[in-house]
């Protein structure tokens, strides 16, 4: 099994910074993409960065592209989502995800999901 836990989330006044952390652990033989994806009450899950192929691209919405930004330190196995110039409508329950292959000749990569962590905007 892998677990995803996230870290990092808060309430922060428009114009703000907060840095939002995802640590992996478990049965991971290799990350095949991770990223962060958001959701509000009423609204499907949207994607907000991915880095994917296991490091070749990183895919930013359009809603986040130039304020956000991901790293990754892959020796604590962590990601790190930096979400610079808050806007109020990026308020939303920030989710971590993963797509890992856990085993070296395992037939399929397994999708992970983080709990989530909720970062508020507001003044």
């Known amino acids: 099994q892998v677990h995803l836990v996230e870290s990092g989330g808060g309430l922060v006044q428009p114009g703000g910074s907060l840095r939002l952390s995802c640590a992996a652990s478990?049965?991971?033989?290799?990350?095949?993409?991770m990223g962060w994806y958001r959701q509000t009450p009423g609204r499907q899950r949207e994607l907000v960065a991915v880095?994917?192929?296991?490091?070749?691209?990183?895919n930013y919405s359009d809603a986040v592209k130039g304020r956000f930004n991901i790293s990754k330190d892959d020796t604590k196995k962590t990601m790190y989502l930096h979400m610079n110039d808050l806007k109020p409508e990026d308020t939303a329950v920030y989710h971590c995800?993963?797509?890992?292959?856990?085993?070296?000749?395992?037939?399929?990569?397994?999708?992970?999901w983080g709990q989530g962590v909720q970062v508020t905007v507001s003044s």
């Open positions: 880095v994917v192929k296991r490091g070749v691209t990183t």
């Open positions: 995800y993963a797509l890992i292959r856990t085993e070296q000749f395992a037939p399929n990569d397994t999708q992970f």
């Open positions: 478990g049965n991971i033989f290799s990350v095949v993409d």
